[in-house]
């Protein structure tokens, strides 16, 4: 990776998310140094996707944040609106899930890419248009001068996500956050957009947070990793060593979940780990540890008092971890 | 390999036979020959009972128009789709009956297939009262939910009390009500977080053995559908391109359209090797 001189990219401080009855992040800390790349990992209702949204300034409505969001010297929780608008599509962008609902359907793709970069740039048109032609050939997409007069519902998934990875990076960001940008495609396609991504963002030396349920994604992609559970980051760390070596009985269940060609199948009769329950909803977290009416290894201090995030380069919040084993197959 | 518990039960119990189907395009000019798209081309295609079955390819292939026929939603041009040996479209209506209630579906959302505003037990009972079968149906209800590892209480409830896995489980346990001797699951685990969905797929192989059902199992995920099925079915462009036992077609792939879906499989430890996009 590009080194990480200077302020990080992204510095997130004790960030809290709520909308007065219920709380989506609970106290989220961490940073992405500049041309770094983080995965933050999760499953549905782990507040994974309102942390990205609260960085972003695209809350719901009635969705307040605390805490500090700190970007390229300023505090992006304390923007107004119009200075937040400003630095979106320039200095961070993020990429969404579904194309074809964040796409505008009326105007052609080509428009949709070069308005960015001349709102942000003050090019003219007839430079835009080119630089929108590069971006478009930069993702390998067919025919780009042709295709830029198309309308999003006359082109593929991966096309369109393609389009809009185009116009994430056309200001050259210094962080790039991406929510699921492949989930919704067809999986022969997921791997190509993803290796475009992967390379569009190390040239341009920009900041990576990915956000996905997917961790085979993450391993492909970023050097570290955050696993969220109920609001808070249960784990963090290098990507290796918390795959390799987790300390968290919520990765470790992650982990095992996966099916993966090698582990099974051989006989009819292997099963796959299972985590048992589900991630409770949020108008009823459990006390102490959100994990701990799940957890093997839950004991009476996990249900009554939440555990700290702790630890040098791996980090956990976990009161009984799962011993450390040899960390020189970490490296 | 997998024994099946029901040896000599090797006769097809849901099959089709060179189905052809297509759909009429759009005209480009007023009299302009409809051209029209060939989404089904010689399909065969059969499980037996106590039989997992994965049936694969990308979006567009034709898994979904197959999944139709099998459930004898449509009706194919061309071609037959028999149930335990009889011609489902020209057999008697008592036979269609017994096709109807044999043959029941779980779809990818719950979210979507369930209806919002009933209550599960109702939801239950649904299949029962729209295809007329007779019986104690509170003690199928309770039965079944005992199957899919849920509670009597989940009766009471809507299903926005439930989370996405047990949705899930509520669907299959509606698929079971009138007593299917096939389950068609058409990408039941995608909408699912990934340690719910280890919950789903144990479920359904836990049904396939207890039961004997045959299973239909239609993904995009290889790795999800090696684990589940005992025979994969390759599609593509409305051609089953390639059959075989799982492990063996993805550890050696011959069509081109099974090379593409196991080039596209992302593991951890691809991810970790810094391979994954070489």
Redesign the interface.
Known sequence: MTSSSGAPAIEVRDLVVTNGEVTAVRGVSFSIPQGGRMGLVG??GSGKSMTALALMGLLPMGWSTRGEVLHDGVDLAKLSDKALSSRRGRTLSMVFQDPLSSLNPVRRVGDQISWVIRHHTGVDKRTAEHQAIAMMTQMTLPRPESLMRAYPHEISGGQRQRIMIAMALACYPQLIIADEPTTAL???V??QV??LL?AAVSERGSALLMIT?????????CDTVAVMYAGRIVEMGP??QV??HPRHHYTR???D??????N?????T???????G??PPLHALPDGCGFNPRCPAASDRCRTIMPELTGDTLKSACWHPIARVDEVAAQ | ???SPFPGDSRPLLEVRQLNHAYPLRRHKLFEPRSVLKVLQGVDFAVRRGEAVGLVG??GSGKTTLSRMLTGVEKPHDGHVLYDGSDVWSGTPEQRQLFRRSVQVVLQNPRSSLDPRMRVGTSLLEPLRSLKIEGDHAARVLEVLDQVGLTKSAMERFPHEF????LQRIAIARALMPGPKVLIADEPVSAL???????V??LL?DLVRDLGLGLVFIA?????V??TT?KVYVMSSGKIVEVGK??DL?RAPKAEATQ??V??????????SGK??A
Do not use: C, W
């Not at chain 1, 292997?270 to 048992?276: A, F």
């Not at chain 2, 989370?163 to 047990?166: A, D, P």
């Not at chain 2, 080039?263 to 970790?272: D, F, H, R, S």
């Open positions: 499953e549905s067809d999986v022969t997921q791997k993803l290796r992967n349920h997917d961790l085979p994604i993450i391993a492909a992609m990507v290796r795959f390799r269940g992650l982990l979940s996966q099916p993966t060609m090698d099974f199948a051989l006989d009819g292997s099963r796959l780990v299972s985590i048992p589900m991630v | 390999m997998n024994v990308e979006s989370s996405g896995g047990q977080d990934v340690s719910i969905q280890a919950q797929l144990n192989k995009h995920d290889l790795s999800v090696t684990y005992s799982p492990l993805f593409n879906l080039a596209a499989i992302l593991t951890v430890e691809l991810g970790l994954a996009f």
